[in-house]
């Protein structure tokens, strides 16, 4: 108990230099936002050439059915990718990496984040039947605080949920994803269409879990996860050009040798399971990433918010007043020497 006491209780006297000091790291922003920008229309050029392969791949063998086939994809592309992947970049997040110069404004920013959150929440509880993301004993807390602009009752109350119910529904979200990701790549016999599949149901986990907390990682976090999908997309891509099953299938031994179909199909299953297994695993990878930054950025926000913020500008208007008064009374500067 008393070591609780100690490790707990520095956190909430925390000055903003010592914030500064602790959890603070140097980031090029602008630098941050260009590259998400850079990795996010890599994916979307890789997705892009994926469904344009597939494409021209049935274009060779119908031309009709190519033109139709090119027309489904490109409609897929724009809901399933450009819609998504705005979606993420509009949603708002918490400023958390600051300064002595920045953390007033950060703090009034994450205030006006919280009280976004909480309305969105309160909504989607209200409008949205059966949805079962949150608690709606913890949210009818939340509707009172919000009514009250009690911020401590707001943040308690968002706290509860992202510990409680919303970890529970994105962990829900994840295993669903995942399976969904594992089963289309052992259905699907080809790279184009495993790793278009995977980016598509990576992003898509992404904005369901960015939807649910109602917010989303800062852009360096954001960077990070763009390029995860990105590679588990060219991952899924070598998966299906490479036959990995036919190397366990040779460990196999004599069993099947006499028997050539029956060592085909065995090549075949493991081939697509493995596959699959690898995709699914790789997309729950990418799920509790997402998790963790944002309950990361949370708890951080939660710190800044309680810390003390010296040299204020109010503090800085009275100094500044003083003086004006002084010189106004004609009391002389006192001379150096």
Known sequence: ??????????????????????????????????????????????????????????????????????????VLYVFVFIVPTVKIFKSDYFITNVNAHTA??????????????????IDVTAK??????YDSAVVGKLAIALRANDEKGIMSSLTELYTGSVKKSAKDLIVKSSVKTAMYSALSQTSKTDAALVAFLNLQLVKDIVFLYGFRPSDVKLVKIFGRVLQNSLIAYGLGSVKIGNSIVKTMGDAVRGIPLLGSAISILVDSSVQGLTNGVLTAVIGYQTIKYLSDEYRLQEILDGIEIAESEEELAETCGAIERELKLGKKIPQAG
């Not at 949205?128 to 993301?133: A, H, M, S, Y």
Request: hydrophobic residues 40%.
């Open 104 to 121: 007033r404004a950060a703090k009034a920013h994450n205030k006006k984040v919280r009280r976004d959150i909480s309305e969105k929440i």
């Open 128 to 133: 949205v039947e059966g949805v079962g993301w």
């Open 1 to 74: 108990m008393k070591k609780e006491k100690k490790t707990q209780q520095p956190e909430g006297k925390l000055t903003i230099y010592e914030y500064e000091q602790k959890y603070t790291k140097r980031q090029n922003v602008r630098g941050a936002k260009l590259l998400l920008h850079i990795v996010a229309a890599a994916l979307g050029i890789f997705i892009f050439f994926c469904l344009f392969s597939l494409t021209m791949k049935v274009f060779e063998i119908n031309v009709y059915a190519g033109a139709g086939t090119g027309a489904a994809c490109l």
